[in-house]
């Protein structure tokens, strides 16, 4: 019997009876749960679930299974309404996320990113490329993926943000990755995109913000340096952290040497970062994150 997978994510108000109402309905749905991870945060008084769950998959194609993943969808929003500012989706995880990933002229992140794309081990679709540069663009169309050159300066900043904002409609695009893209999205653009943008920091936040951390760490004679991945917002680095990590230098090594060390860091950090994101693991609360592993 073929049977699909599906996530479920809610996040509400902190209740009692949510988990019994949720498990009940998946139960009544026939689904067999693979796992089900929640976290009740006290401090917020908000709730956040995750359950993985698979079921018998519906006779009549993949207009049939699209029309499944929305009926559990609708009827779960539903049953979660009442929760209190409640936010709950159910996702088909054959239906991958649309990713567009942006760049400007580091290579590593987007390396990475491709790489972990090809070798199945990021779960979505890459979209397109877009970058502020000319420089990526044979990696991109060695991969056969749509590439965007979209030059910005202070005075062209707002048509450039339009005809991006125009390609993430265009190519459907769920979530937009800055793979080291090193220019600072608008508060306009970041709110409509709220919780779609991911960063890449090179830097362990909340130390040394801005686009030269590395010089920072080295002047200030760091032993730790390290990465952060979050949801970009208006306030430059200073988005909800979805994952972090560090590794060990000490006085022998150069500015240069920390920026060679930083690579290896940024990319185990964003593609970490960007997975959680996929497998629906990860949700806002404020100016922090859950992320449910
Ligand atoms: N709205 C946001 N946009 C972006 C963020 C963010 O947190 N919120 N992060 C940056 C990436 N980044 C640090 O992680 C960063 C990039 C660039 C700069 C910066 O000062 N850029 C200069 C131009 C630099 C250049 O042209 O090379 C500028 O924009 O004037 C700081 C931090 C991505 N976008």
């Not at 993949?62 to 049953?79: K, Y």
């Amino acid at each position: 019997m073929d049977e699909s997978r599906y996530c479920l994510t809610l996040a509400c108000d902190s209740g009692p009876g949510q988990i019994a109402a949720v498990s009940a309905r998946l139960a009544a749905h026939g689904a067999y749960v693979e796992s089900l991870a929640a976290h009740d945060d006290a401090p917020s008084a908000r709730f956040f679930v995750r359950a993985v769950f698979r079921r018998a998959t519906p006779a009549g194609g993949p207009a049939a299974r699209r029309a499944a993943e929305q009926a559990l969808d609708e009827d779960f929003v539903a049953l979660t309404r009442g929760f209190g500012h409640a936010a709950c989706a159910v996702h088909d995880l054959a239906r991958l996320p649309r990713v567009l990933i942006m760049v400007s002229k580091f290579d590593h992140c987007l390396r990475e990113l491709l790489g972990g794309w090809r070798r199945g081990e990021l779960p979505m679709q890459v979209v397109a490329v877009v970058s502020n540069h000319p420089d990526l663009a044979p990696l991109a169309e060695a991969e056969g993926l749509p590439w965007h050159h979209l030059p910005i300066s202070p005075e062209t900043k707002p048509q450039q943000e339009a005809a991006l904002e125009a390609l993430i409609e265009r190519h459907d695009a769920e979530y937009v990755v800055l793979a080291r893209y090193m220019q600072v999205l608008s508060d306009g653009l970041t709110k409509r995109l709220a919780g779609r943008v991911i960063n890449i920091h090179h830097s362990f936040l909340p130390g040394f913000k801005g686009a030269r951390p590395y010089l920072q760490a080295w002047e200030r004679g760091v032993k730790l340096i390290g990465a952060t991945a979050h949801f970009a917002t208006g306030d430059l680095d200073e988005g909800p952290i979805i994952e972090q990590a560090l590794e060990r230098v000490d006085h022998a090594d150069s500015a240069q040497r920390l920026q060679q060390v930083g690579r290896h860091v940024e990319c185990l950090v964003l593609s970490r970062a960007l997975r959680y994101v996929l497998e629906r693991r990860v949700f806002m609360n404020g100016l922090r994150t859950v992320v449910l592993r």
